[in-house]
């Protein structure tokens, strides 16, 4: 697992590991590929851990995004399949993204931190104002593009990962100063969140927050000063919580939802109700009842996981818990494996967010969080917060490329590739030659 790092006070509080190079070269063996190693000690475990868990959550996703909404669908807009062709659309779009991300080298990532910083912060300013900000529900937080919507709040998620991690390594010496530890991220962080609290979207806010309190950890913030600004976050927390009548009811509702079923607990409600229903195997795909009109809201966005426990039962959600836990266990391995401070803490952040996201959304579905309205990742319908997600996977992708042992498995793959062309090269021209001294003999 991942550990907090040295502490600041005795160095730059990053985490360094020095690791074996399992797998790269074994007597007899072919460069990493002995099927006597295990699964875990081979050089691209990781890699292959995000792929498996990340695609199969992406391909359920669109399953169950169209199950929940083909009825809805239906009605409002004429056809079962709209609301899926979009999703699949943002899908075929965040694809190319995440495999072009996944094959780039990490100074790009770096070079990018501060632009994709910029930008989020422009985005939600400009989201804020009524010319271009497209209102919702009583929330500002959409921008809208022709028949498309963007969320400046979930590109923001990205680039607080990028622009943490890579000013942390830059001021690297200087972080034995808690003074220099702190500032400018803190602030950097609190101002999107200010940013985001005005659209208002609170549980994006406790996302964006996380992502922060990741940097810090992973960083070897001293105890102390952690302690005290998780005191203030949760005393700030607690005071926006109350001061707004919609989030004061929320709080009460989620006391005792069964409370007022039929008004403020009633998406939680039917939430349960779909998730009781289901069982331990489910009703059947496509056999949902409450995603039909006048129950169920949202419920392929915010609340598809009762959906899916609806028709695959408990083994169904329990899939989506397992493979959450393998997409945050390689993410975490990939940190942990990694001797660049850079990949160390943009992965265990980004590894942070998703599965900080992931735990929100699951919670308030089974009734342990409040309802805070962020979706699931890589699951629910949105490519406002798909793609910069899948863009996020591509990047741990490209992390688990470069630990040791997988880069050196990958060099020695890439080199064994080139000697055999050029080897075939010079067979083809021995031949060549052969065959034109043949045609000279008398």
Do not use: C
């Not at 028709?311 to 493979?323: A, C, D, F, K, Y």
């Not at 599965?355 to 409040?370: F, H, K, S, Y």
Request: proline residues 6%; aromatic residues 8%.
């Amino acid at each position: 697992m991942l550990g907090r790092g040295v502490g600041v006070s005795g160095g730059t509080g990053l985490i360094t590991t020095s690791l074996p190079q399992a797998g790269v070269s074994r007597p007899g063996g072919r460069g990493g590929d002995d099927t006597r190693v295990p699964v875990l000690a081979r050089p691209l475990a990781s890699y292959y851990l995000l792929l498996f868990s990340a695609g199969l959550l992406l391909l359920l996703g669109l399953i169950m995004v169209l199950s929940a909404s083909s009825v809805r669908a239906f009605e409002e807009l004429g056809s079962p399949y709209a609301v899926f062709a979009r999703q699949a659309t943002w899908v075929g779009i965040g694809m190319p993204l995440l495999v072009l991300s996944s094959r780039l080298p990490v100074r790009v990532f770096r070079l990018l931190a501060y632009p994709a910083m910029i930008v989020s912060l422009v985005l939600l300013l400009v989201v804020l104002t009524p010319q271009f900000g497209k209102s919702l529900n009583g929330a500002q937080r959409w921008i809208e593009l022709g028949p498309y919507t963007l969320q400046p709040s979930e590109i923001a998620k990205l680039a607080l990962v990028l622009w943490g991690a890579d000013l942390l390594v830059r001021k690297r010496k200087l972080l034995g100063d808690w003074k220099h530890l702190l500032v400018p991220l803190v602030p950097g962080a609190l101002l999107i969140s200010v940013l985001i609290m005005l659209e208002p979207d609170m549980g994006t806010t406790i996302v964006v927050l996380t992502i922060l309190l990741t940097l810090l950890w992973v960083v070897g913030t001293p105890l102390r000063v952690f302690v005290v600004i998780n005191g203030v976050i949760l005393l700030v927390g607690t005071v926006l919580a109350v001061s707004e009548p919609y989030r004061l009811e929320r709080l009460l509702s989620y006391r005792d939802p069964f409370a007022d079923a039929h008004d403020t607990g009633f998406q939680a409600v039917q939430g349960l109700y779909a998730l009781a229903s289901g069982g331990w195997w489910g009703e059947g795909l496509g056999a949902s009842r409450e995603k039909w009109p006048g129950l169920l809201p949202n419920a392929h966005t915010d609340f598809i996981l009762a959906i899916i426990g609806e028709e695959l039962g408990l083994l169904g959600t329990l899939v989506v818990v397992m493979l959450f836990a393998v997409l945050g266990f390689a993410g975490i391995r990939v940190a942990h494996r990694s001797t660049d401070p850079f990949i160390q803490l943009a992965a265990a952040a980004a590894t942070g967010w998703i599965l900080g996201q992931a735990l929100v959304n699951m919670g308030a579905v089974v009734g342990l969080l409040p309802i805070t309205g962020i979706p699931l990742p890589l699951v629910s319908f949105g490519g406002s917060a798909l793609i910069p997600t899948m863009l996020t996977v591509g990047m741990l992708l490209s992390f688990a490329r470069n630990e040791p042992a997988a880069a050196a498995l990958i060099s020695s793959r890439a080199a064994a590739r080139r000697g055999a062309r050029d080897r075939e090269a010079a067979d083809g021209h021995r031949g060549h030659r052969s065959g034109r001294d043949v045609s000279r003999t008398p």
